[in-house]
Structure formats: structure tokens, C-alpha cells
């Protein structure tokens, strides 16, 4: 067998896992895009795979189907490489993100895939990757954050991520904030939204046809219903929280949005993401301008206030109005 260099291996070990835990396998335009490689460098780590692991199988390579590599049979790597320290941290941050954004069905499923992968190895190997892991979660600030959140009944989270594996018809108790008492609402939920405050993104059979988005602490009971919905083709949840700044979804308020960020904060506003469609571009004079489009006038002036008058709003006019006068000059400094 060709002697497979030191520096390698944990690449050979990761390409791998990947070729075993994906059912169709992995192919070169995968390689390229996971490893950074150019093509002759993935067509040799598939040839190394191949020497290391004899059960590799390669399909497709016929008129124009690309070649993938699977890895079958008993040659599975976990027990193999251990549970690694980076690994075991990464999971343990994804299940207080998890939790500390209250999706609480997440954070249970990731707990248990954890506790199944702890169980595989031994005490002393969980001991140290543990250890390690802590060190690296306290190191990079996860091992507590505080921070707003609003709550909710996790159990209501619970029936609306079986009315979306359905998808069914969600039947719930409501209290919007504009409302005296509580209502019944038959729904068609379409996905959840996660943050400070979170959210059922859903139509209302009683209104229009519009996926509107309610929030989950104000739902008082949830029932989920045995009727099946065809959802609206073409939706797509991502592009629906992008219409909105942070979570509130208005039409009418729906628009370009341009700041201006003065030379004093240029340089810490260029490291935000303040929406996911943003175009930032220099003023010429060290300033920074950000234009998206979203919805959401109040919470955009709830983040600007902290950044007092080192911002300017330029469009659209009714933010720029809400701003006005509430622009502070004695913040000691920048978000």
C-alpha cells in the first residue's frame, strides 16, 4: 500500500466520514468545494480513499454522470478517529444556541445524537474530549450568555413541529396584542422563526393569503389538526424572513433602507451583517453606506439607537423621522 503522508491523514480520515455517511457518496465537485482543492487534488484523495479502504465503491461516470465514492461495509470511522474535542465542543455549542433561542425540539435532538456518540467510547476518551471541550466553549464565550429572550411553552413548540412534518392544519389559542381576549385560529403554519422573540410563520385560513408571521409566546393552546395542506409553491422560508429587519413582517412598510455610517464607525459597521441581502460600499470620505430592503421600522430603531449619531438614516423617510432627536452623542462606544 502507498505510504499516505502524516499531514494527510485527517483529511483521508474526514473525506472518509463524509463518503460513509452520505448515501449517494461524495464526488469531485464535492472534494473541491469541502476541502479547497483544485481537481487533480480531489482525483488523488479519491485514489487514496480507494488504497486505505477497500470497500469503497465508485458509481456513476457514464454519459456525463459524475463519479461518486461511497464507503460501505463495517470500515465506519467514528470509533476509528475517537471523538475529538472540536467536535464534541461544536455540537455542545449548537445545543446552548439551540436552547438559548428556545428551540427547545432541537436542542433535545441534538442532546441526544450527542449522548449516542458519548456512549460509543470509552470513559477516559469522553473524559478528555470533554475537558477539552469545555475549555473551548468557556474560550469562546458560549458557556453562558445571557441575553433577552422571550418564553414560551415548549409543549406548543412541540405540536407545531408535528403539524409541519405533515404538513396538517394547526388549531390555536391566540392573544394578539391588539386583541381583548384570546381567539380561536385555524392556521397553516409553514416554518418557525428563531431570535429574541419567536415566531410561527403560517396563513390564516380566516384572512387572506398571506404567510403572516404570530408569535409563539402568545399562543395559549395549540391542537394540531388530522388535515392535510398543500403549501403555496415557491415559498421559501429564507425569503420570507428576509422581508422583514428582524421579525416583523409589514407590506407597507416594505422598502429600501440606506444608513449612513460616519467615519468613526465605518470600520466596526463593515464587520456587521445587518441583513442578508445588504450592499455595503464606501461614502469616498471613510464613511460606510448599507442599503437593503426589509420591513420593520421599530426594530431597525431599536438597533440604531445604539449606535447614537454615528449613523444617519437616508431612506426610508418614516425611519429617518422615528430617529430624529433620539440620536445620542455620549455612548462611550461602538456596538
Known amino acids: 500500500m502507498k505510504y499516505i503522508p502524516f499531514t494527510k491523514t485527517h483529511e483521508l480520515l474526514r473525506l472518509a466520514d463524509m463518503a460513509a455517511a452520505r448515501e449517494d457518496g461524495v464526488s469531485l465537485e464535492d472534494i473541491k468545494q469541502t476541502f479547497g482543492v483544485t481537481h487533480r487534488s480531489a482525483q488523488r484523495m479519491t485514489q487514496a480513499l480507494a488504497q486505505a479502504?477497500?470497500?469503497?465503491?465508485?458509481?456513476?461516470?457514464?454519459?456525463?454522470?459524475p463519479k461518486r465514492w461511497s464507503l460501505a461495509g463495517d470500515?465506519?470511522?467514528?470509533?476509528l478517529k475517537g471523538i475529538q474535542d472540536d467536535e464534541l465542543a461544536a455540537l455542545e455549542m449548537s445545543i446552548r444556541r439551540a436552547e438559548r433561542e428556545g428551540a427547545?425540539?432541537?436542542?433535545?435532538?441534538?442532546?441526544?445524537?450527542?449522548?449516542?456518540?458519548v456512549i460509543l467510547h470509552s470513559a477516559s476518551e469522553v473524559r478528555r474530549a470533554e475537558a477539552d471541550a469545555e475549555a473551548t466553549l468557556q474560550a469562546r464565550g458560549h458557556a453562558c450568555r445571557p441575553?433577552?429572550?422571550?418564553?414560551?411553552?415548549?409543549?406548543?413548540?412541540?405540536?407545531?413541529d408535528l403539524a409541519l412534518k405533515g404538513p396538517f392544519r394547526l388549531e390555536m389559542t391566540y392573544l394578539a396584542e391588539t386583541d381583548d381576549k384570546p381567539r380561536l385560529r385555524t392556521v397553516e403554519p409553514y416554518g418557525v422563526?428563531?431570535?429574541t422573540r419567536c415566531y410561527l410563520a403560517c396563513r390564516d385560513l380566516a384572512a387572506d393569503d398571506r404567510i403572516r408571521n404570530f408569535r409563539v409566546d402568545r399562543i395559549l393552546a395549540a391542537r394540531r389538526l388530522d388535515e392535510i395542506f398543500v403549501r403555496k409553491a415557491g415559498f421559501d422560508l429564507e425569503g420570507h424572513a428576509a422581508r422583514a429587519f428582524e421579525s416583523f413582517h409589514s407590506e407597507t412598510e416594505f422598502g429600501t433602507v440606506i444608513w449612513h455610517f460616519n467615519s468613526n464607525a465605518a470600520k466596526v459597521a463593515?464587520?456587521?451583517?445587518?441583513?442578508?441581502?445588504?450592499?455595503?460600499e464606501d461614502d469616498g470620505d471613510g464613511g460606510l453606506i448599507v442599503r437593503f430592503e426589509a420591513a420593520g421600522w421599530l426594530e431597525m430603531a431599536w438597533h440604531l439607537y445604539k449606535w447614537g449619531d454615528a449613523v444617519e438614516v437616508i431612506a426610508p423617510e418614516q425611519l429617518?423621522?422615528?430617529?430624529?432627536?433620539?440620536?445620542?452623542?455620549?455612548?462611550?462606544?461602538l456596538p
Open 147 to 160: 441575553g433577552p429572550s422571550t418564553a414560551y411553552d415548549p409543549a406548543i413548540l412541540e405540536i407545531i
Open 104 to 117: 427547545a425540539t432541537e436542542a433535545r435532538a441534538l442532546a441526544a445524537l450527542r449522548d449516542r456518540l
Open 270 to 280: 463593515q464587520d456587521y451583517v445587518f441583513h442578508p441581502n445588504q450592499i455595503m
Open 53 to 65: 479502504f477497500p470497500s469503497v465503491a465508485v458509481t456513476g461516470g457514464k454519459r456525463g454522470e
Open 193 to 195: 422563526l428563531f431570535g
Open 320 to 333: 429617518r423621522v422615528m430617529v430624529a432627536g433620539h440620536q445620542r452623542t455620549d455612548f462611550p462606544s
Open 75 to 79: 470500515e465506519r470511522l467514528l470509533l
